[in-house]
């Protein structure tokens, strides 16, 4: 996206990001004293509180509730209301201590846990040029990726090393040659879905191609004549490489730059989300929360997503305090752009939205298949936040980087958010 996201946004990123980094290493410390800070932090917040029901799915041992049976409420503790449905082996009875829990995750994503990751996916990788031709010398290997900073890590699967893959990024009516070399012990081959392209290099083993088998490399070589979000994967034992992570993500910029985002709709920032949900569990761009990336913006600022689903499950994105303005599907532009605070992406496909960052504030953003996103320890799997910070804000920030006061907890102070400054106390102030 690099020809797409205005410097000034970029530096205003990698500021934030800055004091994120920032912020983590002076609370790196305060991590050391591990649960004793959250249990002051909370001791010090929740005096008041009363202790809610829990009613979250029922203990095992819950005798069966009766059809039509009232809903569970907070008049009744969770081991005297049952569902029907059968106990979920992740639900529980009231958990010991859910708010620690819940606090201390969000306090790992606050602290710029997935910054201080190394090993980022999805960053755009250069071509070599022969002639016009843009050439992308890509390996398959075999990697340890981590989920988050307190995972193990996995074995997983990458493109030049990464998952997801090197972003690459061309210009419609390119001439695109990618060089795939297998240092894998199985055997391999990579669709660039989306493209329409000569039969040839549609990257299918044993339809199109034969494997690539360890050891070799195949050449892809097409015109990129299909503008868009596409991707490219494993078309070979996809339910397990692209599992493990062979995935990633291959843009094509309109060739008219009228039409790209950055100018059609005033984008500052053009963002791929890439969500998976085999090896690693339910993540965005291979991190699950809270190692997942805030987005970073600025009341009055306008954003493009291009949600893209690697995964094997349908994930309904949605975002907390203002709407996304759906314009395209698949790489293809919608005839009729329309808003929804909820979007549906299905395996496979490609959904575009625009973003205009009207109210400050940090909003959650998470997958709504809760499952996914929230459980008896606080948010884990597909959830970031988008952080809109008003000028004021975003001055105070940049005045207060040195105190350590990041831009996160600052947009949800200036948006009248208590709760960050209570349940945070102690770490920044
Ligand atoms: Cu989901």
Redesign the pocket.
């Known amino acids: 996206m690099t020809d797409s996201r205005p410097e000034a946004a970029v530096t205003s990123l990698e500021s934030a990001t800055a004091q994120l980094l920032s912020r983590r290493s002076i609370l790196r410390a305060g991590a050391l004293t591990g649960t004793g800070l959250v249990a002051t932090a909370l001791a010090a917040c929740a005096p008041a509180a009363k202790v809610p029901s829990w009613t979250y799915p029922p203990a095992a041992s819950a005798p069966p509730q009766a059809p039509g049976s009232a809903l569970p409420s907070d008049d009744h503790a969770s081991h005297s209301t049952a569902p029907t449905a059968a106990p979920d082996a992740s639900a529980s009875a009231a958990p010991v201590d859910h708010d620690a829990a819940a606090l201390a995750v969000v306090k790992r994503f606050l602290d710029g846990e997935g910054a201080s990751l190394e090993g980022a996916g999805n960053q755009p990788i250069q071509p070599r040029l022969d002639g016009s031709v843009k050439v992308f010398e890509m390996t398959i290997d075999a990697i340890k990726h981590r989920i988050d900073a307190v995972k193990d890590p996995i074995d997983a699967l990458g493109y030049n090393g990464t998952w997801p893959a090197p972003r690459i990024e061309v210009i419609e009516g390119d001439t695109v040659r990618a060089i795939f070399k297998n240092n894998l012990d199985e055997s391999t081959g990579v669709h660039f879905h989306g493209q329409r392209l000569p039969n040839a290099m549609d990257g299918v083993p044993h339809i199109t191609q034969d494997p690539i088998e360890p050891g070799a490399s195949f050449t892809y070589e097409f015109v990129a004549r299909t503008p868009g979000s596409h991707m490219y994967h494993s078309h070979h034992n996809a339910t397990d490489q692209v599992g493990r992570g062979l995935l990633g993500a291959f843009i094509v910029q309109p060739r008219d730059p009228a039409d790209r985002y950055d100018r059609k709709y005033g984008a500052s920032q053009d963002i791929v989300w890439i969500s998976n949900d085999s090896l690693g569990g339910?993540t965005i761009n291979g991190r699950g929360f809270p190692a997942t990336s805030p987005i970073l913006a600025h009341v009055g600022s306008t954003i493009a997503i291009r949600f893209m689903n690697e995964g094997s499950?349908m994930?309904p994105w949605h975002l907390h305090g203002m709407p996304m303005r759906v314009v395209a599907r698949d790489g293809y532009p919608l005839a009729a752009p329309f808003l929804c605070d909820t979007l549906g992406v299905n395996p496979g496909e490609r959904w575009d939205v625009i973003i205009d960052c009207e109210d400050p504030g940090a909003w959650a953003f998470h997958?709504h298949?809760l499952p996914?996103a929230e459980g008896h320890d606080g948010m884990f799997g597909?959830v970031t936040a988008l952080v809109i910070q008003d000028s004021t804000t975003a001055a105070s920030s940049l005045a207060l980087a040195s105190t350590s006061v990041d831009p996160i907890r600052s947009a949800a102070l200036a948006a009248g958010s208590t709760s960050f400054v209570c349940r945070v106390h102690g770490s920044a102030g």
């Open positions: 339910f499950m994930h997958c298949i996914h597909m």
